[in-house]
């Protein structure tokens, strides 16, 4: 009688495993569609692409999933300008599990090598696109899907060259680009208008403004062809096309393109475009002679400088604390996994590497070096920087900085000093820790303690020194105005620089170059008491 009513206690059992596996067929259905939609949202729609992937990351259980929505929402933070939101996403522990698929780990590293290229870290830029392309070379993915991966890494690297202002470099780059991936581009428009931008600002920088239009025009075909929503692009393209109207002094299309281009980068709330834009109808208007405009948009763009160079620091903190956290929990894995033995020898291995991480960045200059900073001593003994060398003061309290680390920072800023890095104008205390491979706290902290000044202020002493030395040893340049010397040194305004410039040296640019003037006229080295 048992057996013969066995099959109605087992049938609950089979309806409720069905209806298990139904379930977790469907979700994973499901949130296979979201993440589809969510990539189709990343360059038009980020904020909304954001609200999937975080569902995404809350409710699913699956590996892939979970790397597939990290990637997304980096991506989405990527469009958006705010590049500290993207170091969690390419840097969380489920990214780095074995399981996952190695095409999420060639387009993790092609992002990691994006965010340390914004942020001016081109060595560890560099490992990571060395990295994706060993991960695709190595993979087992069929060839029409290495060959797009092979193509973004090439965009990745000519963006790479391009933000380091080697134009010709990036001219032939691109070439090398368009005919090896030629079909690749041809299928992806995102690619292919990337690529025509890269080659655009390579032409416009070197001043070939005919040939950067041309690009601006196929640009503008292809836009016109397809029904293209990336915001952040169409944003940039606006933006490069008011630049080449501003530098024909055809004020008004200017005007009207980068209004458009501000409109797109509002969108999808881009600090850093919104900076350049901003930058380009201040200049505009300086131009045209509209004064209040102009104050308008200059205020905006320097409110803008403030804000990206403060997310640029914040991130670039947050990478180095990353990035020293991951190595920590690196040899912590080692000790548990290998004997004394092989733990030493990884250990070795892992100093190895954040030697190489920390190291000096040897920034090759253009020009060769100048020669030693005129002494402000020379020019007024009330406010010089005396011989050029650190002041030995006390540590303040509340920053502890190795001792090390102290002497490698005072090393890197004398060959600073003697370099003209200092007259980038979008030189800034994150971009120069990036440059030093340390963060922004140490950097300022031995700036304070060793200088007596903080970073704005050490930046502007070496401007102002350098213009002096212009002044006092090239005859040409007390014949310039004094918008040009501004520029020459690094200063975004002649207000700015003259402020400045009264406030280190004593007198007025133009005081000072008539001093000199007089001098010479007297057949006299122009000193003063």
């Not at 995102?190 to 025009?217: C, G, T």
Request: some cysteine; charged content about 25%; overall charge positive.
């Amino acid at each position: 009688m048992k057996q013969k009513y066995n099959w109605i206690i087992k049938l609950p059992v089979f309806w409720i495993v069905f209806l298990s596996l139904s379930f977790h067929v469907n979700s994973f259905a499901q949130n296979s569609e979201l993440i589809f939609k969510a990539k189709e949202l990343v360059d038009s729609n980020p904020d909304e692409a954001l609200k999937i992937t975080e569902h995404i990351l809350n409710t699913s259980q699956n590996l892939q999933e979970k790397v597939e929505a990290n990637i997304i929402r980096a991506k989405c933070y990527i469009v958006k300008g705010e590049y500290n939101d993207v170091v969690p996403y390419v840097f969380d522990s489920v990214n780095y599990s074995e399981n996952i698929s190695e095409k999420a780990k060639a387009e993790l590293n092609i992002i990691r090598a994006k965010l340390f290229r914004t942020v001016y870290l081109d060595k560890q830029a560099e490992l990571y696109l060395n990295n994706a392309i060993e991960t695709v070379r190595s993979s087992q993915l069929n060839q029409k899907l290495k060959d797009s991966l092979n193509a973004l890494i090439s965009l990745e690297s000519i963006y790479m060259t391009l933000d380091r202002g080697n134009n010709n470099k990036v001219i032939e780059l691109a070439n090398t680009f368009e005919k090896d991936y030629k079909d690749f581009i041809n299928k992806n428009v995102n690619s292919k208008i990337s690529f025509l931008l890269a080659k655009e600002k390579a032409f416009n920088r070197l001043m070939y403004r005919d040939s950067a239009r041309i690009y601006v025009n196929k640009i503008f075909t292809l836009l016109d062809l397809n029904n293209y929503s990336n915001i952040l692009n169409k944003s940039i393209i606006y933006s490069e096309l008011g630049q080449l109207y501003l530098q024909n002094k055809d004020f008004s299309k200017s005007e009207e393109t980068l209004f458009i281009a501000s409109k797109f980068a509002e969108i999808i709330d881009n600090p850093s475009l919104m900076r350049d834009i901003n930058k380009g109808l201040a200049i505009n208007y300086l131009a045209s002679n509209k004064k209040i405009q102009h104050k308008t948009y200059n205020d905006k763009f320097l409110a803008l400088s403030s804000q990206v160079d403060l997310m640029e620091q914040e991130t670039v903190n947050s990478l180095y604390n990353t990035l020293s956290g991951k190595l920590e929990e690196n040899v912590s894995q080692q000790e548990k996994k290998y004997s004394n033995y092989l733990y030493l020898a990884i250990a070795g291995l892992t100093i190895v590497f954040i030697i190489s991480l920390f190291i000096t960045l040897k920034y090759i200059e253009r020009k060769k070096r100048l020669k030693e900073i005129i002494k402000y001593l020379e020019i007024s003994k009330n406010n010089s920087i005396a011989d050029s060398k650190p002041k030995k003061i006390s540590t303040k309290k509340g920053i502890h900085i190795p001792e090390e680390t102290e002497k490698q920072i005072l090393e890197k800023l004398k060959r600073f000093e003697s370099s003209k890095m200092f007259l980038h104008k979008e030189m800034s205390l994150a971009r120069l820790a990036g440059k030093f491979e340390t963060n922004t706290k140490y950097l300022s902290g031995v700036i304070n303690n060793h200088y007596d000044d903080n970073f704005n202020t050490f930046i502007n002493k070496l401007r102002i020194n350098y213009i002096i030395d212009k002044l006092k040893n090239e005859p040409n340049y007390i014949n310039y105005k004094i918008s040009y010397l501004a520029e020459e040194c690094g200063f975004s305004s002649h207000s700015s620089f003259a402020t400045v410039f009264k406030t280190i040296v004593g007198m007025s640019p133009v005081t000072l170059i008539k001093l000199i003037k007089e001098e010479r006229k007297k057949g006299k080295p122009e000193t003063t008491n």
